[in-house]
């Protein structure tokens, strides 16, 4: 999952940082509210967490103006203490939820865990694509009832395209969502790690619950 942190005090911005990262999320930070409205408005991400006070654009400018323009993105705010009057607006703005500094990294995961839930419309958190679950909470796969271990990145993988089911995800998206690469960098990355979760979640006798679309990228079979 992919998330943009606006943050404008160094060390905070940092902490969050490694505390995301360390826990699987791609993570931009942004230190300014003004860049920090141009990433949210021009790049796809699974969540924001917004602190409130910002150079530049604050939280709730930017939060308004997500939402005027109809983007969903789940939003947390980060609130000082002293702001109970900003926490309630940004809600009724429509802020997902808001944390109160200083807060544990923990706080922050579970928060987003549940808020992006929310954001995926049917409120499970599971995926599943025919007989392979992916638990995004216990981060548990299983096929048929079959546990599969996977290391982060190959969850990310397989996460992101059943996120997507029957839909053609190229290279690019892929490294862009999975490795927070602008970019394909040229290497044979993606399909390095497509043959790993293959062999791990593929059963013989049927074909692979990813398709190769020639020239183009992947895709997860529908109902596989
Ligand atoms: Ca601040």
Redesign the pocket.
């Known amino acids: 999952m992919k998330i943009l942190v606006v ?3 160094k060390k905070i911005a940092s902490f969050i940082r490694m505390g995301l990262e360390a826990e699987g999320f791609v993570v931009d930070v942004s230190r300014h509210g003004d860049e920090g409205y141009t990433l949210a408005t021009t790049r796809p991400y699974d969540a924001l967490v917004l ?4 150079p530049g654009r604050d939280g709730l400018s930017i939060l308004k103006n997500l939402r005027l323009k109809g983007n969903p993105v789940p939003v947390i705010l980060l609130s ?1 203490r002293s702001e109970p009057h900003e926490r309630v607006e940004g809600l009724n703005l429509g802020a997902d939820d808001y944390l109160v500094k200083p807060f544990y990294i923990e706080e922050l995961v579970a928060r987003l865990h549940v808020v992006t839930r929310r954001g995926g419309g049917t409120g499970a958190s599971t995926l599943e694509v025919g007989d392979l679950t992916v638990d995004l909470l216990t981060r548990e796969v299983t096929r048929g009832g079959q546990v599969i271990v996977l290391t982060a990145r190959e969850f990310q993988l397989l996460e992101h395209l059943a996120r997507n089911p029957g839909r053609v995800l190229t290279r690019a998206q892929i490294c862009e969502r999975v490795w927070d690469y602008d970019f394909d960098p040229g290497t044979n990355l993606v399909d390095v790690y497509i043959q790993r979760l293959r062999r791990k979640i593929d059963v013989a006798d049927a074909p692979s619950v990813i398709e190769t679309i020639r020239g183009v990228g992947y895709r997860m079979r529908k109902g596989s």
Do not use: P
Request: aromatic content about 0%; glycine content about 0%.
């Open positions: 943050e404008d005090e602190d409130i006070m910002l000082a």
